[in-house]
């Protein structure tokens, strides 16, 4: 067999034998590092039930649980010389005998047969099944149940009206009111819970008082007074009286704002610095006006003798600007940390009560399990007699707290001790921190270096090595798109990218291109000089909906005439070209905003196959509504509304003529007494809503539902109007039914509101076999490829923070706006928007990975020539690659691609 270096990497990479530290670029096969991992580690003997291989999403696990099932299945059926080879090609270079040869052939089912199964599984997952195992030993119920995001909302709410309920906690809630209101309560609470660490210790008023530098026991009055003594309220009437003899309106203006001050306080401090300072659009804002106030005439007149003292004064009253701003931080922040203590003690108390667990909880529990002296060493001695090797996949999105579950099961692993000390331990990791893309779920890729050094070390001081390696080929894109991918990237800095070499394409001669659409202006919504028209209403002039259906329009035009692109399906063989489909189309977006709902809606217009939304919001899904309409108006048959959409619905497809002619002759009855007193003329609806009517009372939700697809072909009545997208949203109407009846005591009418809650989003998975057009986020998008990739929205980025609440590894400030920071807010929240940006880079990095052989960069809207828009980094990584100017729909854009491009 014929080897390259590539796969040379990846079966070093795979040596069972050794603890390996691998770097792997995007596309470079990393997950087939780790099915051989695995594989070869059955193929040494290991028991399945001695692995453990930790992923970063369920979606994730269960396809390399289905590719290592593929593959052993397939080993079961092969020949003694096709075996042979296949392990080979693995890296197993010893030719096996017959017997050998019959093992290998067992391995599938016996990882199927495994006790526990083979443990393939999110690190969350394994927590949940270690805390099974020992909830005495962790101080939990046995029977404890994991919160999942609307369970975690409604115990939010709970806890909440709790607090506002009890004499003993209201004052931490009128702490809650001074930094939350209707529209981020909820992104608050997110931020407090999944930061909880930072309010383990509860913080007095002492010490966040002296994290802004300020005496707690000193007032902001006493301190005004300490630092303007009684003289400055003699200048300022002096000002006052010399500026009423001016000319200018702008100086009688502040005349008389100064003469209204009748002592030096708060109010007066944040008035005088108005006049007194630069404003925020100054050259140097909130800086003091050093021979600069008032106009150059009164200054060499009437103000000239003051205008030293005047100075000085604005120098103090510069200075103290800050620690007026401290002031109001620190109490921001005391009002957060007395919230944040008050809220967590309650919710962890419900959360006690009812035996749930929530994410952090899986992983704090199961660090606090594997540390406690007490139990530690039983609980290790029984894991270390069943873990001798452990996998860990996406390193570079695990958080801190989870690198310590990690660390603490490869204790003995790294040490060379415990129960089977004599046989070969490993520990593998793979990750890539140019493609850590999760710190809001608390990734950390500065973390990577750390805990590689530890391994290092602590392998070292076993008499172990770490084998540190990388993957640098790519096997999904052409050269072309990681031309671009290097000059863009090149000169980042290493420490917060992970830039490392350039990338190599195992692909060679695989042809690539590189398209960037010139940008569409933003234009204004006519619709604001209309006032009949609701603001909301986008017209149809916007740019957004223009680049939406300019991408829809060439994807057509692509599907319609067989537009080629290459694929290379055996490196041995030169590529071959095809007609684009579909399917090949990943348009990706960085949130989910109104461009993303326009795109899917100009590829509906024209009848692109489109597989709709990654996340599917069931309050907004049409299936969804008629099928909760018709449980509405079995509930209660005085319901008109529910009955009357239920009767325009693909249920039974009635028109707006038989609706009017029913309600309109109905005159004091219900629509429903309407329909029973002429049963001749409705039959076929009263057989359907008596039928159901009349077994509502002992059917479960679920039940009920299903009567309605199955026995009243409501299924394929849905169906066959709103198309084959509904089936989804149905399949997910019933699934949430069957959750209520776990979680509740079942019955309609709390059926009907436990669903009615518009913020239940459910993931969906996208399989590219369907040969749809998916369009999503690039989070979403991770571990994703495509032949074809759009990314439409490379425009200006608002780079303010979202986050109301900064956090350091101690304290919790409010973020205020940008004229209201205080020097320490300012200096976290520069450094969170820094990490923000590096994060970014990162982003576009995974999105323009994704692509093998054509990428295609748009715009609408702003994009300014200074900014740090990705299309500008884009065009000039195009340029420095001398891309050539080509014509697109909308206009000249640049286009870089292979000689051998068709």
């Known amino acids: 067999m014929k080897t390259n270096s590539a796969t040379n990497a990846q079966i070093a990479a795979s040596d069972a034998k050794l603890s390996t530290w691998l770097t792997a670029n995007a596309g470079s096969g990393k997950t087939k590092v780790l099915i051989d991992r695995v594989a070869r580690l059955l193929l040494d003997g290991v028991q399945p039930e001695q692995i453990l291989c930790l992923t970063y999403t369920k979606a994730a696990a269960a396809e390399m649980k289905n590719r290592l099932f593929d593959r052993l299945g397939k080993w079961a059926m092969l020949a003694d010389k096709e075996l042979n080879f296949s392990l080979l090609e693995m890296g197993v270079h010893t030719q096996l005998g017959t017997e050998e040869l019959k093992k290998a052939r067992t391995l599938f089912a016996r990882a199927i047969e495994a006790p526990g199964g083979l443990k393939i599984q999110t690190i969350h997952a394994f927590c949940a099944s270690l805390l099974r195992k020992f909830p005495l030993e962790a101080g939990i119920s046995p029977q404890f149940r994991e919160l999942d995001e609307r369970g975690q909302r409604e115990l939010y709410l709970k806890v909440l009206e709790l607090i506002s309920k009890d004499k003993l906690t209201q004052e931490s809630f009128e702490h809650f009111l001074k930094i939350a209101n209707a529209s981020n309560w909820e992104e608050i609470i997110l931020k407090i819970v999944s930061k909880r660490r930072v309010f383990s210790k509860n913080k007095s008023r002492v010490e966040i008082f002296e994290a802004f530098n300020l005496n707690s026991n000193v007032s902001i009055d006493d301190d005004i007074s300490a630092h303007f003594e009684q003289n400055t309220l003699n200048l300022v009437r002096k000002i006052s009286d010399c500026l009423k003899k001016s000319l200018s309106k702008a100086d009688q203006k502040t005349a008389q704002e100064l003469t209204e001050i009748a002592s030096i306080n708060l109010a007066s401090i944040q008035l005088l610095e108005k006049i007194f300072l630069y404003g925020k659009s100054a050259k140097s804002p909130f800086t003091a006006k050093l021979g600069k106030f008032s106009t150059k005439e009164m200054r060499s007149s009437f103000l000239v003798h003051f205008m030293d003292d005047i100075d ?89 707290s989870q690198w310590r579950v990690i660390e603490t099961l490869a204790q003995e692993l790294t040490s060379g001790q415990g129960a089977r000390s004599s046989k070969p331990r490993t520990i593998f990791v793979v990750g890539d921190q140019k493609q850590s893309i999760y710190s809001f779920q608390g990734a950390d890729p500065a973390q990577l270096d750390r805990v590689r050094d530890s391994f290092s070390a602590k392998l070292e001081g076993a008499d172990k090595n770490l084998q540190v390696a990388s993957l640098d080929y790519s096997f999904r894109s052409s050269k072309t798109i990681l031309s671009l991918v290097d000059k863009i990237f090149g000169n980042t800095n290493k420490d917060s990218f992970g830039w490392g070499r350039n990338h190599l394409a195992f692909k060679a001669d695989l042809p690539g291109r590189i398209d960037l659409w010139p940008i569409i202006p933003k234009k204004m919504n006519p619709n604001l000089l209309k006032w009949e028209e609701p603001l909301e209403l986008i017209s149809d002039a916007n740019h957004f909906i223009s680049l939406a259906r300019l991408i829809a329009e060439e994807i057509k035009r692509m599907i319609d005439q067989r537009v080629q692109i290459p694929e290379q399906k055996d490196i041995q063989q030169k590529p071959t070209f095809r007609p684009v489909r579909a399917g090949d189309f990943l348009i990706l977006v960085q949130r989910r905003s109104e461009i993303f709902h326009e795109i899917i809606r100009a590829c509906k217009d024209v009848d692109l196959p489109i597989a709709g939304a990654d996340r599917l919001r069931l309050a907004g899904e049409l299936a969804i509504k008629d099928i909760c309409n018709f449980l509405s108006f079995i509930d209660n048959a005085d319901d008109d509304f529910s009955l009357a959409a239920v009767l325009k619905s693909p249920l039974f497809g009635w028109n707006e003529k038989q609706l009017f002619d029913l309600a309109h002759s109905r005159e004091d009855m219900t629509l429903w007494q309407a329909m029973r007193k002429n049963p001749k003329k409705f039959s076929n609806e009263l057989n359907v809503l008596e039928d159901l009517r009349s077994v509502a009372d002992f059917l479960r939700p679920y039940e009920l539902i299903e009567r309605i697809l199955i026995l009243h072909k409501g299924r394929s009545l849905l169906i066959g109007r709103l198309g084959k997208e509904a089936e989804e949203g149905i399949d997910t109407l019933l699934s949430q039914a069957m959750n209520y009846e776990i979680s509740e005591i079942p019955s309609l009418t709390g059926f009907l509101s436990w669903i009615s809650d518009e913020n239940i989003e459910i993931k969906r998975q996208f399989d590219s076999s369907m040969n749809q057009i998916r369009v999503m986020t690039i989070h979403g998008a991770k571990g994703l490829e495509a032949p074809i990739v759009i990314l439409p929205e490379t425009n200006d980025f608002k780079d303010d923070l979202s986050d109301e609440i900064l956090f350091t590894d101690n304290i919790a400030l409010k973020k205020f706006s940008s004229t209201e920071r205080c020097s320490k807010t300012t200096e976290i929240y520069n450094s969170q928007k820094q990490q923000n940006a590096e994060e970014r880079d990162r982003l576009l990095y995974v999105a323009l990975t994704r692509s093998e052989v054509w990428l295609i960069v748009a715009a609408a809207g702003n994009v300014s020539d200074f900014g740090n828009s990705w299309y500008k980094k884009i065009e000039k990584g195009l340029v420095d690659l001398n891309a050539v100017s080509e014509k697109f729909l909308n206009g000249e854009g640049l286009c870089h691609k292979h000689v051998d491009w068709c």
């Open 312 to 400: 000085d004064f604005m120098v103090r009253l510069e200075h103290f600007r800050n620690r007026r701003l401290s002031y109001q931080a620190a109490e921001a922040s005391l009002s957060i940390h007395k919230f944040a203590e008050t809220f967590l003690s309650v919710y962890k108390a419900q959360k006690h009560i009812k035996s749930l667990l929530d994410f952090d909880d899986l992983i704090d529990i199961t660090v606090n399990l594997l540390t406690t002296a007490e139990v530690a060493d039983w609980v290790l001695y029984r894991l270390d007699g069943g873990i001798d090797h452990i996998l860990v996949d996406e390193a570079q999105d695990t958080s801190p």
